[in-house]
């Protein structure tokens, strides 16, 4: 397996050599037989701030025939859009974006305010509670025709790690969309390695040279640049060559966004307190069974030894999902799409898909 890989701005303006980005106005960025693709720059509001901020995006469409439902794919703090669609090849196997759009779905890739190619303000007002309501933005837009004046008649929100956990606050408040598929989320966690997740591997942003330029205040953090490779993919799940290049996918994040995720899976302990008790949304759950964050022996993590298992662990949380699937990838850590085997994960969410929503927006 070849990769070509390089830092985000090198990269991006080979995958984006034609586009001028403005504010609302997409450009092509794809080519003749693949995915048709178009960048923006997406006006959102973030609460206390009066100025809109500026969230990047990559709307993709199927290379040929209408969509009618998008998965939005809900980056993870600490990450950025390039999760979905890796630069590594063959582009079949890691990209997750690639998957959907071969099936005939739409997605929406996106950096979180604070990251990569998306606003950088205050590190104060970004919460888990903001970036929900920034995908609530999103997921209006999607069916309303306002990025590209394309309608989408389902929105699929699709959420990893930290993501799925503002995917499920999302719905859960707004009601929204037609589905999620959460990766990387489960409760209870592996006690000692969330701690360390959250507590030793964590420094200020500006300690790290590659984000520097960027003007981050001194609420800025980021994970120092191996907890990539010792707790995001597991020792014999992954070609090496990508776990040498796990820190690629790095971003900075706002503190006060960590607190509130750690207070949201605080709250998943029970189902009654849970911000998943009120996901009236069908669920499809997935997780790594290698999943060093999440998986261990109950009650000092989730038990990931197979889909039942997981099932059993996780749903409860969602009382009100009308229907629930689990799904266990084998050999994989938290970062399911980079996986050896990430393609069973992606046919298990397009074969998903295809039941609960369709490709027209029908269901299959």
Known sequence: MRLRIGRHRRIEAVLLATAVVAAMIGSNVAVASGPRCRAFNIPVTVPGLMAPQSMYGELCLPGSGPAHTAHLLVTPIASDHLYWNPPFTPASHFSYALALTSAGYATL?????????SSTPPSVFMTVRAYAEQVHQLVTMLRSGALGGRVFNKVVADGWSNG????????ARFHDVDGLVLAGYAFPPNGPNAATGVGT???????????AGRGLDPGYLAFKADFYQRLIVSPDGYDPKVVARMAFFAEPFGNRHVLTVAADLAGSATPATSPSRDVDAPV??????EDMIFCGTPPNGTDCSSSVAFGGAIR????SAPRFEAFVLPHS????????????????????????????????
Do not use: C, H, Y
């Open 284 to 289: 499809l759950a997935g997780i790594g069974s």
């Open 316 to 319: 409860p949380l969602f009382p």
């Open 333 to 364: 850590g938290p970062a399911m799409s980079l996986a050896l085997n990430a393609t069973e994960w992606f046919a298990k969410v397009v074969a998903w898909s295809n039941a609960v929503v369709g490709q027209d927006g029908r269901v299959a």
């Open 201 to 211: 591997d964590i420094e200020p942003a500006a300690a790290e040279p590659r984000f």
């Open 109 to 117: 890739s996106i950096d979180p305010i604070g990251s990569a190619k």
């Open 164 to 171: 799925a956990l503002t995917a499920v606050e999302e719905d």
